[in-house]
């Protein structure tokens, strides 16, 4: 599974009684799968939870086979997009991380961050969206308090993830506490060499 785009090795777990049955059968019903901090370009997921059905294990030594569905959630913390987006808009970037740049819940689609910019405070209100099955869309509703230059700066900005790990897509996104959670999915999902 590890060989399917995760960093490091993921935690799994064969969920389902009889074990032994399945095994022999090389066909397992429920696995658990959930990795921490997966780098994708420039966002770092926080945390994968998924679950996949039908696992059919295609040779003796185990090390391959077919997932026929998967599904679960991607998180983004807050602090995760803190980073991403203080380096996708360039130079101002560093203006935003040294501002104590904050994020937090506006509601089940948006994110509020609030800035100190030493000679005044501001914030800003984005939207977030799903706009492919692995980009972002962060669009500014409002703003208050902030020059001009960041806002246009701020304005609209793409998160791309290369590729998720497991050919997984995002469906849809919401906004939590903990940040923005995707609800992701994959089928046919070829594993192992």
Known sequence: IQQQGLARKP????DGFPFLTQLAAKNFRQVSISATNVPEGK???SSI???GRQIKVNSYTFRSGTITSLSGTALIS???LAS????QIGPLGSLLNGAGLKLTAAGPSEVRATMNLLVTTGSATWRVSRLTGRDLRIT???SSGLPAQLTSAIRSVTLHLPSLPLGLTIDRVAVTSAGVLGQISGHDVAFGN
């Not at 991403?84 to 380096?87: C, F």
């Open 49 to 51: 939870h998924a679950t």
């Open 84 to 87: 991403t987006l203080t380096q």
């Open 43 to 45: 966002v770092v997921i």
């Open 78 to 80: 807050f602090n995760s």
């Open 11 to 14: 935690d799994v777990s064969i």
């Open 140 to 142: 500014l509703v409002d």
